[in-house]
Structures are given as C-alpha cells and as structure tokens.
DNA sequence: GTTATTGCAAACCATTTGCAAGTGT
DNA sequence: ACACTTGCAAATGGTTTGCAATAAC
C-alpha cells in the first residue's frame, strides 16, 4: 500500500485508462479511445467544447457524441487522469493529472503569458499540510498573479508610449 | 500617485464597496447593502445560494431578490473584493479578496469540501520564486487537490456497503 | 425628474440523463 | 446472448437578461 514503483511513471495515460476501467468493468471503446488520445496529446488546458472540436477533427477514428466526451471526461476524472482545475466562459476547465510534473505558473494579467517553474519545496510543505489534516493528497495546483518582467519593465516609460498615440 | 497610506488596511470592505459604486456613479441600495454587510459578516466561503438564504435571513432589511444577490456579487468581483475560487456541486464558490490573509485551500474531489490552511512559508517562496524571474507579483492561488479524512477513510470497508444492497 | 436598480419570469447554456439502438466480449 | 455504450433529444439547474415598476440622488 505505501509502495513505490519506479513503473509508476513508465505507464502511460491510455494504460492507466485501461486499467482502471477494467476494474470497474468497463469497456474501452474506441470512442473512449479517441477521447483519451486526444486528450493527452497535448498538456495543454481544454474545455469540454474544445476537446469536442478536436475530437471531431481527427480523422483516424469514428465520430465522437457530445454526451460521450462528457462521460469520458468524468471516468478520466474518476480514473484520477484528468482535474477540473476553473472555470473559464461559464466552462469547466480540465487539466492533466498524470504523468506530468508539478509545477506552478507565473501568469501575467497583462499580456497572459505563462511561466511554469518547479517548486519542490512547495510540494514538500503542501506534502506536510496534507498529512496534519489527515487529506489523501492526489496534485496540488499553484497559480501566481501579477505581471511579467516585460510588462512592468515599461512603467517609467508607460507614458511615452500612450502620448504617442 | 505612489502613496502609500496606512489607512489602506484599516478601510472597511462596505467603504471600499462605496467608493468603487461612487466612481462608476452607481448607487448604494438598501440590497446592495445586505449583501455586502453579509458576504463580510464571517470569512467564510460561499456559493450564490448559500448567500441568498442567509441575506433571507436577515430581519433588519428588506428582501433581496435571487437576480441582485447575483448581481452584487458580479460587481464586488468587480471591485475586488470577492474572488471567485472554484466550484462544487455546480455552483461557483467565491471568497474574500480583500482584507484577509492568503492561504491555500485543500479540496475534497469527492465531497466537495474545502479546509483553508496558512501558508507564510509558501508565501516566502512565492515573493521568491517571483524575484527571480523579475515578476511583478500581485496575489496567488494554492489549491490542494485529494480526498478529505471523511471522503477516504470508508474505503476500506466500501465493498460490505455495497453488499448489503 | 432623471437615471440607476429591482424583482419577476423567461431565456440561456453547459452539463446530465432516459432510452432505444448498437457494440464489445 | 448479455451487459455495457452510444447518440439523440429532452430535462436539469445554475446563472443571466429583458422589461416594467420602483427607488436613489
């Protein structure tokens, strides 16, 4: 139960997938397939409404309803793939939580920029917070507001810039 | 322009709501003042509904319909004094943005719930971390995802449960 | 008196669900 | 054959919005 395999990261996403709906019984389709696949083929942050559109454009597999990337998307929460991380245009939004290092981001308000950076420390304490409040911690997701150095490196010169106009 | 009054702190949430109606010329309602006064009345988290009933609640004011509830929050999002921080059974959850510490938030996936825990430490690292990549900061998010003690400890036993059916 | 605001009910829209037809094992 | 899945269309439910009546300044 307290095991560490060094597999742990070898497996990937779809084999994780696989695995844990065997268990539950389920099949793996190729709808679920396509969902899944397309799912990880990127780490980027998606909507329920984008991954539709990428699903529907893959041409490789059969077409894909509306109410099955829905039910995938909840099997894949429940298979602890995917996390429901906000909500952005009245959309739940999805992101990767497997397979892909923790990390928090710098997001600039400004210009929207995003800088990853590692914070192992962070895990660390959060590691420890978890285990005072008895939490089985499964990720943890960090964002940092405020403004990239591009952004409020100008400031002196801010107003040059607008008496141009 | 770069003052920096002291009385920044010590201004009260309904002021500072005031001021951010007074410059955008709308008015102060008695509504709009129950929802404000009860939003700030405890710091806890809350959804719409939660807030409407309690905002019902209340003897010493008039009713408040479910539309302005909403509406008040949008604008006190606006003024940044709420924040909106996730969502659970469906509904946005928000919190305080204005005049109480940052923390970070462990939140349940199954139930929903969420425990603020302090982090100056992470907070340090933060102010850190920012430094080095000459990043403007402004605020954070730190959300902790898993399970909580209630949500995972029946798991050994979840099987008998299921059985007796 | 104007102009913003409210409450109501209807509209919206993402997500969920019932069900009959289809598919994997 | 059997149980799980799918797609569709309808239902759900939180949130938003149009509008006439009402309140703030």
Redesign the interface.
């Known amino acids: 139960m307290s095991e560490r395999l060094a597999v742990e990261v070898a497996v990937s996403p779809t084999e994780k997938f696989t695995e844990f709906l065997l268990t539950k019984g389920k099949r793996l389709t190729q709808e679920r397939k396509n969902v899944v696949d397309e799912v990880f083929a990127s780490h980027q942050h998606f909507d329920p409404d984008q991954l539709i559109n990428h699903v529907s454009t893959r041409k490789d597999a059969r077409r894909v309803s509306r109410s099955t990337v829905y039910r995938t998307i909840a099997l894949l929460?429940e298979a602890g793939l995917l996390?429901?991380?906000a909500?952005a245009n009245g959309r739940?939004v999805y992101e990767h939580?497997y397979g892909y290092p923790q990390h928090?981001h710098?997001i600039?308000?400004k210009c929207g920029s995003m800088?990853e950076?590692s914070?192992e420390?962070?895990s660390k304490?959060?590691e420890k917070?978890?285990a005072e409040?008895?939490?089985?911690?499964?990720?943890?997701?960090?964002?940092?507001?405020?403004?990239?150095?591009k952004?409020?490196?100008p400031m002196q010169r801010r107003h040059d810039k607008l008496n141009f106009i």
Chains 1, 2 share one sequence.
Request: with cysteine.
């Open positions: 929460e996390r429901k991380v909500r739940d939580d928090g710098l600039c308000q800088i950076f914070e420390t962070i304490i959060i917070v978890a409040h008895e939490f089985r911690l499964t990720g943890h997701r960090l964002e940092v507001y405020g403004n990239c150095s952004c409020s490196r």
